[in-house]
T-cell receptor
């Protein structure tokens, strides 16, 4: 079974703290994604990585950065946490080529982050 | 840039009734299209995917979706809804030079007994 593991299910941080969310996949996937999920807004792409050390901004990258030093690990960093970053954060991974029947994005269970 | 629109935020159907959830996409080339489901407190699960060929795609749990290029749509259907289908449904599009996977805002399905 494909596994995408996020380091924490629940996290409470203070405003201004630097926050690290970790995601690890075990399927040798090229693509990794970070989304945040908010009621009524769906899943919004924060950052995307298609290879080690390669990244692209998604739709809402402001206030976030990412790191992918190894293929299996993709970290999301909140440089200075703010209350408007309170959300559910979802990590996903997939193979690089979408035009294959078996290529799909696999999701972790999510990290619910509260910034107080 | 690619985008996805799910015009219905919330839908309620009676158990046993048919279901259609709408999805429209914006993308320059042939897209790869997906429907995911998220049950309460659960992770996202792939229902089905269109990537080429037959425009009517069969998925898990009795769902199907039809790709209509002329309408830029990929609507999800089920002939008879079960109470366990109550969940949030997300349409997504991928592809192009960036290879990003972009989701819509979701449709929350409620099933009445």
């Amino acid at each position: 079974d494909v596994k995408v593991t996020q380091s924490s299910r629940y996290l409470v941080k203070r405003t201004g703290e630097k926050v690290f969310l970790e995601c690890v996949q075990d399927m040798d996937h090229e693509n990794m994604f970070w989304y945040r999920q908010d009621p009524g807004l769906g899943l919004r792409l924060i950052y995307f990585s298609y290879d080690v050390k390669m990244k692209e901004k998604g739709d809402i990258p402001e206030g976030y950065s990412v790191s992918r030093e190894k293929k299996e690990r993709f970290s999301l960093i909140l440089e200075s946490a703010s209350t408007n970053q309170t959300s559910m954060y979802l990590c996903a991974s997939s193979f690089g080529y979408w035009g294959n029947l078996n290529t799909e994005a696999f999701f972790g269970q999510g990290t619910r982050l509260t910034v107080v | 840039a690619q985008s996805v629109t799910q015009p219905d935020i919330h839908i309620t159907v009676s158990e046993g009734a048919s279901l259609e959830l709408r999805c429209n996409y914006s993308y320059g080339a042939t897209p790869y299209l997906f429907w995911y489901v998220q049950s309460p407190g659960q992770g996202l699960q792939l229902l089905l995917k269109y990537f080429s060929g037959d425009t009517l795609v069969q998925g898990i749990k009795g769902f199907e979706a039809e790709f209509k290029r002329s309408q830029s749509s990929f609507n999800l259907r089920k002939p008879s809804v079960h109470w366990s289908d109550a969940a949030e449904y997300f349409c997504a599009v991928a592809g192009g030079a960036t290879n990003k996977l972009i989701f819509g805002t979701g449709t929350l399905l409620a099933v009445q007994p």
